[in-house]
Nanobody, 130 residues
Framework: QVQLVESGGGLVQAGGSLRLSCAASGRTFSTFSNYAMGWFRQAPGKEREFVAAVSRSGGNTGYSDSVKGRFTISRDNADNTVYLQMNSLKPEDTAVYYC????????????????????WGQGTRVTVSS
């Protein structure tokens, strides 16, 4: 079992920044670099949507159009952690943010669909006030 624990959410004014973290662990958890990672979010009354993804190497990343240029995903394979730096936040970024992981990918692949991922965290809430 792989456990993912998100942190760093909170309340911020529009235009502000937050940095989310997701720490991976677990009884059957193998090397963190074996897992491609992603961030998704779910606003009230809406479907969970893709935000950002990073390959096992950290060298390939993908973003949704709504966050491109404002958010940056990165990972520290030595520390078993993936990050989401969120700048220029907007009220429409308000949501619960979820970290996700999947194994069995190539070193450079990243994934943008919910069904691509096997493991999910419990989420961290981000609220952006106008």
């Amino acid at each position: 079992q792989v456990q993912l624990v998100e942190s760093g959410g909170g309340l911020v004014q529009a235009g502000g920044s937050l940095r989310l973290s997701c720490a991976a662990s677990g009884r059957t958890f193998s090397t963190f670099s074996n897992y491609a990672m992603g961030w998704f979010r779910q606003a009230p009354g809406k479907e969970r949507e893709f935000v950002a993804a990073v390959s096992r190497s950290g060298g390939n990343t993908g973003y949704s159009d709504s966050v491109k240029g404002r958010f940056t995903i990165s990972r520290d394979n030595a520390d078993n952690t993936v990050y989401l730096q969120m700048n220029s936040l907007k009220p429409e970024d308000t949501a619960v943010y979820y970290c996700a992981a999947r194994g069995g990918s190539s070193w450079s692949q990243y994934f943008t669909e919910r069904y691509d991922y096997t493991y999910w965290g419990q989420g961290t809430r981000v609220t952006v006030s106008s």
